[in-house]
Nanobody
């Protein structure tokens, strides 16, 4: 069993910054891609950014230049540095990890989410 635990969300004024963290723990053989997604009220969940084990990243156009994803493979942790936050960034942010387990199958895991609220 694997769990993902996010932290770092909160209330911030427009133009401010937050750093989200997500730690994976449990029966992990290898973590492939990790990423952040978000879901605003009444909207579908959308990709924010992903990062592979080798460090290749993919970032949504809506946050490019403001958000940066990174990971610490030794700590099984992924980060999202969110700068120049806008009210439209308000959402629940979810961590995702694609994890290779000891049965050599890649499983898709999600955290419970952390709320980010940006006030104008």
């Amino acid at each position: 069993q694997v769990s993902l635990v996010e932290s770092g969300g909160g209330l911030v004024q427009a133009g401010g910054s937050l750093r989200l963290s997500c730690v994976a723990s449990g029966r992990i053989f290898n973590i492939n891609a990790m990423g952040w997604y978000r879901q605003a009220p009444g909207k579908q969940r959308e990709l924010v950014a992903t990062i592979t084990g080798g460090g290749s990243t993919n970032t949504a156009d809506s946050v490019k230049g403001r958000f940066t994803i990174s990971r610490d493979n030794a700590k099984n942790t992924v980060y999202l540095q969110a700068n120049s936050l806008k009210p439209e960034d308000t959402a629940v942010y979810y961590c995702n990890a694609k994890i290779l387990e000891s049965d050599y199958v890649v499983y898709d895991y999600w955290g419970r989410g952390t709320q980010v609220t940006v006030s104008s």
